[in-house]
């Protein structure tokens, strides 16, 4: 069973389109993280967010915790072929749990 | 870059052998983690170290082990390998060891095919 849920699973775009991928969960964390990751590299680390409601913006990318702490959602305006990857959310609980990491959304902008 | 370092990058062995992973923290971070990442599963925590100790273990079968020195270096031993085992093993490093609210910084990963 998955802590974390993340939709769509696989998301194919074109250049200039705009698009919001989802991370889910029945529990409640203390701050969520989302990263990049291109094939065969590690995850790049996009941004955290601690604040139930926090919106924070990363030139065209947008992200945000929601008011329960159990969800969090990234925008992205105007995609690039540049933002192409697997996009990684991952939740953490409090001291003495580590972060659980959702599945992924796997995606695709074609120039 | 990072500043968290692997190595070997590529390692490829027979079912059966033991291989050791490395792991460099950034400089100053105290925590190493280690996750195994292979195409069906996602990214599965392993275990967690803090300045040398074990401080959270997750997935990680009995055949697998790891240890945190006192440099801060960390080294990951997989031994009696199955096929299964083939996968992305990536090490990522924290300031602290306090999970809930700490960012970690993954390095570039080790890919082992065991044949």
């Known amino acids: 069973t998955q802590l974390l849920e993340q939709s769509p699973q696989f998301l194919s775009i074109q250049e200039g389109e705009n698009l919001t991928v989802y991370c889910n969960s029945s529990?409640?964390?203390?701050?969520l993280q989302w990263y990049r990751q291109e094939p065969g590299e590690g995850p790049v680390l996009l941004v955290t967010v601690v604040t139930g409601g926090e919106v924070k913006k990363l030139k065209r990318l947008t992200f945000q915790f929601g008011d329960a702490r159990k969800d969090s959602s990234l925008h992205i305006t105007a995609a690039q072929p540049g933002d192409t990857g697997l996009y990684l959310c991952a939740g953490g609980k409090n001291y003495g749990q580590n972060f659980v990491f959702g599945p992924g959304t796997r995606l695709s902008v074609l120039p | 870059d990072s500043g968290v370092t692997q190595t070997p990058k590529h390692l490829i062995t027979a079912t059966g052998q033991r291989v050791t992973l490395r792991c460099s923290p950034r400089?100053?971070?105290?925590?190493v983690y280690w996750y195994q990442q292979s195409l069906d599963q996602g990214l599965q925590f392993l275990i967690h170290y803090y300045n040398g100790e074990e401080r959270a273990k997750g997935n990680i079968l009995e055949r697998f082990s790891a240890q945190q020195f006192p440099d801060l270096h960390s080294e990951l031993n997989l031994s009696s390998l199955e096929l299964g085992d083939s996968a992305l093993y990536f090490c990522?490093?924290?300031?602290?060891?306090?999970?809930?609210?700490?960012?970690?910084?993954f390095g570039p990963g080790t890919r082992l095919t065991v044949l």
């Open positions: 400089s100053g971070d105290l925590s």
């Open positions: 529990s409640v964390f203390s701050s």
């Open positions: 990522a490093s924290s300031l602290t060891g306090t999970s809930g609210r700490n960012e970690q910084f």
